[in-house]
């Protein structure tokens, strides 16, 4: 049996890498400007997208192999083609575990070999977002049945998606951050800061609503008294406030260092590093922040929630 903690920190690989191959695409095709500045190719991004497809690919291969293990039994079970092959179809899990295996290989030949275009941006953001989808397939929200099955699904589908736009807009924002010491690249981080706002505040509606809705299957309304009681509500409870504190930082960035930087003498050196910096550690502690999000919703995802399901 794997441990729990291995379990957990494959899932949060599986979802931090996933969502960047959304996320960090769909940002790209709405701020191109951003993809350009990281190296006229996008050549920073493209690394990051390979790093990202290559750390999935292992990920969900340690996580089809322990998926084995824990059906077989033994370690060269995971090895036996046949055994793998009957839990990735015999499987729900494994169903979902196999087309993000897939898909994943998919988009890393996409990006390797198909020259850089807006066509090509757009292919990687479906196949991104198929692979995004693919979470909800095998967690909570699949498991929910009756009337209001498909409604769970969709929704967990949304707020999956809706993430990944904001982490992959924060990884992108990172890139861009870190070639900004010119005054035409400082210029351009405030630009890409204001666009995110309006992708942002979307992002932030559709996770607060997708957000409630989901948790009225996993926890109920007649138990949200419980939820200080329960590991699942534990934990709930903690990824919304990391949440809130992300969303203050977004706040701060958009209305206060971003204002600010534009304020600036863009000659004036030492200011404008001054300024950078607040916004590269401003920017970094958001990444920090979302990530332990990541490593809460891969907690949450070993744990029966409180309405069953």
């Known amino acids: 049996m794997t441990p729990a903690w291995v379990e957990v920190l494959n899932r949060l690989a599986q979802y931090g890498f996933g969502l960047v191959l959304f996320g960090l695409p769909a940002f790209a095709v709405y701020r191109r400007k ?3 500045a990281s190296g ?3 050549v920073p ?3 990051t997208l390979i790093a990202s497809a290559l750390g999935l690919l292992i990920a969900a291969l340690a996580a089809s192999m322990a998926l084995t293990v824990n059906m077989y039994g033994t370690l060269a079970d995971a090895l036996d083609v046949e055994a793998v092959w009957s839990v990735m179809t015999g499987l729900q899990v494994g169903v979902a575990l196999g087309a993000r295996l897939v898909l994943t290989a998919v988009f890393l030949l996409v990006l390797l070999f198909i020259p850089d275009r807006t066509t090509t941006q757009l292919a990687l953001t479906l196949i991104g977002g198929v692979i995004v989808a693919s979470f909800a397939w095998s967690g909570h929200g699949a ?3 009756g009337l209001w099955a498909l409604t769970h699904l969709i929704s967990d589908v949304l707020h999956l998606l809706a993430a990944a736009i904001w982490i992959g807009a924060l990884v992108a924002l990172t890139g861009v951050l870190g070639r900004a010491s010119a005054p035409r690249n400082a210029a351009l981080v405030g630009d890409d800061l204001k666009a995110f706002s309006a992708l942002g505040t979307a992002a932030v509606l559709v996770i607060v609503i997708t957000g ?3 948790s009225a299957f996993l926890v109920g309304v007649e138990r949200i008294g419980q939820m200080a009681s329960h590991p699942y509500g534990q934990i709930l409870i903690a990824k919304i406030a990391l949440f809130v504190v992300m969303l203050g930082l977004a706040a701060a960035n958009r209305f206060v260092l971003v204002p600010r930087l534009e304020r600036l003498d863009l000659a004036s050196a030492p200011s404008l590093s001054l300024s950078l910096s607040r916004l590269k550690i401003s920017v970094g502690v958001e ?5 332990l999000v990541l490593l809460a ?3 949450m995802g070993r744990i029966a929630p409180l309405s069953g399901g």
Not at 287 to 291: A, H, Q, V
């Open 40 to 42: 006229g190719t996008g």
């Open 297 to 299: 919703v891969a907690a």
């Open 143 to 145: 498991a929910t049945e």
């Open 212 to 214: 409630l809705i989901n």
């Open 287 to 291: 990444t920090m922040f979302g990530l």
């Open 34 to 36: 951003a993809w350009k």
């Open 45 to 47: 991004f493209r690394v």
